[in-house]
């Protein structure tokens, strides 16, 4: 059994939409974070996988289930200590260079992150510019950067300064949402593997939320897949890309296109993820699923656990009862 560092419980978060409407944008998610470990969440676009990271971070009050750290629940870390650069958990999303203040140095907007954890943490021999310089030199910036302003660096390298800000904290953990999606394509791969090559060397555990499945497959120790609101299928990446045995992580997997230049048409799925309000009855995945039988309409299902480390909710794979198997002969 392993020890988590961030345990997400039957955890459901819901909006509201008008006065009455109330939508379920996560379902009854739960998965454990182990230490340093890589964990990718993926899913189509509205599959609640940000709604699911605000939750961690404290940010979307939770309807149902709770999400602890370190067996604290996060949302009272998050009160607790009023600044949010204090917290163990720290997130970077698709437009974090965005929330760099463009009328500071860079320099001061870290220094004033290492001076805040120095004196919350009540360390001492630490030197700030010191630090800075550190931070910089790990993301692969030059200590130089400091001295700049935000709008002076490209897109990508913004996205690497709040990696840098980020790790100032000391965090034991970072969710990051759809953190390469804004760059572009040439900037993704390099921006990816910095963020797995600075948690790995930190020790820092990583939840990487992300539509790209290709990018998900090359970086992560352990995959979630999400399904408006759900989880569908969870496992250790390399098994579940080699066999992955709930329909909607096969649909995904044989949608990635291969990139061999043959010309081969990835098979792709069919129709939208619907919205939340009007979630399908049964398996939300059903209308979708070219493997649904009868009572997929009707009955949802639980998730399975098929080995130590991987789990599936689809009835496919509920072990055959006596009743079943006389309906089949
Ligand atoms: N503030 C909100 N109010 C009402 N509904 C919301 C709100 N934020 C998100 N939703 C709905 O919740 C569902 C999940 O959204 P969420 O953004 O978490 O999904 P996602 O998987 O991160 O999608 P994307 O990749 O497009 O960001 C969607 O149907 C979305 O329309």
């Given at each position: 059994m392993r020890d988590a560092l961030l345990s997400v419980d039957g955890v459901s978060i819901e909006y509201r939409r008008g006065d009455r409407m109330v939508i379920?944008?996560?379902?009854?998610v739960s998965f454990d974070l182990a230490p340093g470990e890589i964990l990718g969440v993926v899913g189509e676009s509205g599959c609640g996988k940000s709604t699911l990271a605000k939750g961690i971070m404290g940010l979307a009050p939770l309807s149902q289930g709770s999400i602890t750290f370190d067996g604290v629940p996060v949302h009272t870390l998050g009160r607790r200590r009023r600044?949010?650069?204090?917290?163990p958990v720290q997130m970077i999303f698709q437009d974090s260079a965005a929330a760099l203040n463009p009328r500071r140095t860079i320099g001061a907007q870290i220094s004033e992150v290492v001076a805040l954890r120095i004196k919350h943490r009540r360390?001492?021999?630490?030197n700030p510019v010191n630090e800075v310089a550190d931070v910089l030199r790990k993301v692969?910036?030059?200590?130089?950067?400091?001295?700049?302003?935000?709008?002076?660096?490209?897109g990508g390298q913004r996205q690497r300064i709040a990696l840098a800000r980020a790790i100032a904290t000391k965090p034991k953990v970072i969710v990051a949402d759809e953190p390469i999606s804004a760059l572009d394509a040439s900037a993704q791969a390099y921006a990816a593997n910095l963020l797995v090559d600075v948690c790995r060397s930190e020790g820092i555990a990583l939840v990487f939320i992300s539509h790209d499945l290709a990018v998900v497959r090359a970086i992560a120790d352990r995959v979630v897949v999400m399904y408006l609101g759900r989880v569908f299928e969870t496992g250790p990446t390399k098994d579940v890309w080699r066999d992955p045995q709930h329909p909607y992580a096969q649909a995904l997997i044989a949608a990635i296109?291969?990139?061999?230049?043959?010309?081969r048409r990835p098979e792709t799925l069919v129709g939208e993820v619907p919205d939340p309000a009007n979630a399908p009855s049964g398996c939300v995945f059903h209308p979708r699923c070219a493997f649904r039988f009868e009572g997929c309409d009707r009955v949802v299902p639980e998730l399975i656990?098929?080995?130590?480390d991987r789990a599936a909710a689809c009835r496919l794979l509920e072990p055959a009862t006596d009743d079943a198997y006389a309906a089949a002969q």
């Amino acid at each position: 059994m392993r020890d988590a560092l961030l345990s997400v419980d039957g955890v459901s978060i819901e909006y509201r939409r008008g006065d009455r409407m109330v939508i379920k944008a996560v379902n009854d998610v739960s998965f454990d974070l182990a230490p340093g470990e890589i964990l990718g969440v993926v899913g189509e676009s509205g599959c609640g996988k940000s709604t699911l990271a605000k939750g961690i971070m404290g940010l979307a009050p939770l309807s149902q289930g709770s999400i602890t750290f370190d067996g604290v629940p996060v949302h009272t870390l998050g009160r607790r200590r009023r600044d949010r650069a204090q917290l163990p958990v720290q997130m970077i999303f698709q437009d974090s260079a965005a929330a760099l203040n463009p009328r500071r140095t860079i320099g001061a907007q870290i220094s004033e992150v290492v001076a805040l954890r120095i004196k919350h943490r009540r360390e001492t021999g630490v030197n700030p510019v010191n630090e800075v310089a550190d931070v910089l030199r790990k993301v692969g910036l030059p200590p130089s950067a400091a001295m700049k302003y935000s709008h002076e660096f490209s897109g990508g390298q913004r996205q690497r300064i709040a990696l840098a800000r980020a790790i100032a904290t000391k965090p034991k953990v970072i969710v990051a949402d759809e953190p390469i999606s804004a760059l572009d394509a040439s900037a993704q791969a390099y921006a990816a593997n910095l963020l797995v090559d600075v948690c790995r060397s930190e020790g820092i555990a990583l939840v990487f939320i992300s539509h790209d499945l290709a990018v998900v497959r090359a970086i992560a120790d352990r995959v979630v897949v999400m399904y408006l609101g759900r989880v569908f299928e969870t496992g250790p990446t390399k098994d579940v890309w080699r066999d992955p045995q709930h329909p909607y992580a096969q649909a995904l997997i044989a949608a990635i296109p291969v990139p061999d230049g043959t010309g081969r048409r990835p098979e792709t799925l069919v129709g939208e993820v619907p919205d939340p309000a009007n979630a399908p009855s049964g398996c939300v995945f059903h209308p979708r699923c070219a493997f649904r039988f009868e009572g997929c309409d009707r009955v949802v299902p639980e998730l399975i656990t098929l080995s130590t480390d991987r789990a599936a909710a689809c009835r496919l794979l509920e072990p055959a009862t006596d009743d079943a198997y006389a309906a089949a002969q």
